[in-house]
């Protein structure tokens, strides 16, 4: 059984940085592509960093192009987004996602998807 857990969330003060993780089960993570989504409340949400070819072309969120980086630790499964400089923009659920094939950073696209971690960047 597929299954994704996000993990890491909180509060982050303007300006702080963050490490969510994704953990994998059920598939390896060279089986599927990953990527990383997020919702703020009211907003639709959004592709924030996919694999979008075999070839690795990547797809970054043009608002945090140079903030993340992303790694992945195979013998944990886990798959990891750090992100810098952040703004209360940031504020939204966090959601990791695999793909039976690639596609665009776009969630419909999806196949499995966690539950999601909530960030919020406040003062």
């Known amino acids: 059984q597929v299954q994704l857990v996000e993990s890491g969330g909180g509060l982050v003060q303007p300006g702080g940085s963050l490490r969510l993780s994704c953990l994998a089960s059920?598939?390896?993570?060279?089986?599927?592509?990953i990527g990383w989504f997020r919702q703020a409340p009211g907003k639709e949400r959004e592709g924030v960093w996919c694999?979008?070819?075999?070839?690795?072309?990547?797809y970054y969120l043009d608002s945090v192009k140079g903030r993340i980086t992303i790694s992945r630790d195979k013998r944990k499964n886990t798959v990891y987004l750090e992100m810098n400089n952040l703004t209360p923009e940031d504020t939204a659920t966090y959601y990791c996602?695999?793909?039976?094939?690639?596609?665009?950073?776009?969630?419909?696209?999806?196949?499995?998807w966690g539950r999601g971690t909530q960030v919020t960047v406040s003062s």
């Open positions: 996602a695999a793909t039976r094939s690639f596609s665009s950073c776009v969630p419909s696209t999806y196949d499995y």
């Open positions: 059920g598939f390896a993570l060279d089986d599927y592509p």
């Open positions: 694999i979008t070819s075999e070839e690795g072309d990547v």
